[in-house]
Structures are given as C-alpha cells and as structure tokens.
C-alpha cells in the first residue's frame, strides 16, 4: 500500500503487485482540479519508486466517468500565469505516467474527456468498458488540449483523426475508439475492473519486471522523448495564452451557467 493516503484518490491493491490508482470525486465526474493532480503527482512518483508495484492501473470511482477533463469550474478565472502553472503540473502526471519504469494502463470505465483522454493516452495502453466516451472538447470551451493532447494523441491513432477529434471536440464511444486503435480493449461494464487486473494487470505483473522495464525504456526513447520538454512547453505556453481571452472566459462561463457559448470570430 502507497504510505500516502489522499484526499482524492483511492489506492488498492491486487497480488502481485498490480496498484490501481482510483481519481475518487465522483459527484465531479472525476475532473481533475489542482489538489487531485498534486495528488497524483505524489501517489505516481511513490509507485514509481515501490518495488512492490510492478503495474499501475488508473481508473475512476463511480460508474460514470473516467476523468471528465481538468475542473472547468477552477480553470474558468486562471490568469495566463496560473493556467500555465496549472497546465505543468497535468503534464508532470502525464509524463509520470508514460515514463515510470512499470507499465501504466488506463482502465477508462466511462467519460474520458479533454485532459480523461490525455491522461488515458500517456498510459502505456487502454484498456474501455463498453461505457467509454473519448474526446477533446477543449475548443468548445475557448481553449486548447493543455496536458499533452496536441501531441500524445497523434501519436496514438494517427495525424488525421486526432486533427479531427481536436478540431471539432467530437466524442468517440468505445467501439469507435477500438476501431481507431485509441483503447486495446472494449470490455463488458459489469466487473470492468476486475477483469482489467486479471487479464491484462496481472499477466505483466508476472513477468521479469526488469525486463518489461527495460522494454519500457526502450519504448520510450525511441517515440516520445525526443523534444518532449519542447513539446510540454509549447502548449503549456499556448494553453496560458488562451487564458483570460473572451472565448476562454465566454465557454468556461457557459459549462457553469449551462447555456450554449457566444464565440468571437477569429481575430487577425
Ligand atoms: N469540470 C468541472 N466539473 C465538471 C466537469 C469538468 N470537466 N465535468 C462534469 N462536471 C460536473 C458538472 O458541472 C456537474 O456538477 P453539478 O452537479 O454541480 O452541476 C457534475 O459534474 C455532473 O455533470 P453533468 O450534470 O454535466 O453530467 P451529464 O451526464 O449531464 O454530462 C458530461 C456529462 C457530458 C461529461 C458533461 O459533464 C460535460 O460535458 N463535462 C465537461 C467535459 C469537458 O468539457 N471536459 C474538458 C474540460 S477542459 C480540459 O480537460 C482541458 C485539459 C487541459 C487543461 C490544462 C490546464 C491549464
């Protein structure tokens, strides 16, 4: 058990040495807020480090969401400083998650938005209930993907269909998301998680993990590492742009107030 305990997220465990790392602020669809990824920050970098955890699964609690995107609510009033600060912490989880030395999977059990859809594709692989909803509704809010979206989605299912889910904000179920090679799996909702551990936790767990390490290295250098940081700061910078601008202030202001946003065109 990671020596932490967090307000919220839940930490479990399942022999051998699988840990589920659970976002817990159900009533919020799981957003993640600046305490929640804090959180996460120090509950991943303790994982890292525990030789006891061999792989981590991060999921949520409830039957509603994975993660509905960071907390629109917190973002709404950043200033372009904060919203820079708050993206880089996204990203110190983001790059935690994609580079421990242990796999990391994403058991994506229902809305995976914006920064859910982030935080799934920095996992090494996801696995979807049949409940699974992706997407990056960023620009629908006024701003852009802030935790590594512009980049780690391509990456995963191709140029072409992450300009589109990033343009237009549409949401992917899961048979679509298995179709565009975004999740591994689709999985019935009943006993997801569950059958995550079984199947695919536990099976890496039993194998050399100094080997998977190893592998998992490898991986890494070879796709992702070259000008990663270039990459973070570029849209940590561009996302603190976007804060303070009408169309940031008029979509996060109309997700509170529920009601459709009044964008500007756009400007020269
Ligand atoms: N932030 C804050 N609160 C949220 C969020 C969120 N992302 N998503 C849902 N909630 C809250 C709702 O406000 C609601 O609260 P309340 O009951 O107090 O009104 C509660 O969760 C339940 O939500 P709904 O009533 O809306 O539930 P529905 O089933 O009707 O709809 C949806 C579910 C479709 C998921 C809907 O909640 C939704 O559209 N959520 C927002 C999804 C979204 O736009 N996500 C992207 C956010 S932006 C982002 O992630 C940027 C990442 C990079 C950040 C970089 C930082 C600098």
């Given at each position: 058990m990671s020596a932490t305990s967090f307000e919220n997220l839940l930490i479990d465990r399942a022999d051998p040495g699988v840990a589920i790392v659970k976002i817990n602020r159900p009533r919020a669809l799981n957003a993640l807020n600046s305490a929640t990824l804090k959180d996460l920050r120090t509950a991943l970098t303790e994982l890292a480090g525990d030789?006891?955890?061999?792989v981590v699964v991060l999921t949520g609690e409830?039957?509603?969401?994975f993660i509905a995107g960071a907390d629109i609510a917190e973002m709404k009033d950043l200033s372009p400083g904060a919203g820079v600060s708050f993206s880089a912490v996204g990203h110190e989880v983001a790059k935690l998650l994609e580079t421990m030395p242990k796999p990391t999977i994403a058991a994506v059990n229902g809305f995976a938005l914006g920064g859910g859809t982030e935080m799934a594709v920095a996992c090494d692989f996801i696995i979807a209930s049949e409940k699974a909803v992706f997407g990056q509704p960023e620009v629908g809010l006024g701003i852009i993907p802030g935790f590594g979206g512009t980049f780690r989605l391509s990456r995963a299912i191709g140029l072409p269909a992450a300009k589109e889910l990033i343009y237009s904000g549409r949401k992917v179920k899961a048979d679509e998301a298995k179709a565009m090679g975004l999740c591994n799996h689709v999985l019935p909702a009943e006993g997801f998680l569950a059958a995550v551990i079984e199947n695919h936790a536990k099976p890496i767990a039993l194998q050399s993990a100094s080997a998977v390490a190893k592998a998992k290295a490898l991986i890494v250098e070879f796709t992702e590492s070259h000008g990663l940081n270039t990459k973070i700061d570029a849209e940590a910078h561009a996302f603190g742009r976007l804060m303070t601008s009408h169309d940031q202030r008029e979509g996060m202001g109309a997700f509170t107030e529920k009601r459709k946003p009044q964008f500007e065109g756009l400007k020269a």
């Open positions: 030789k006891t955890a061999r409830g039957d509603k969401a």
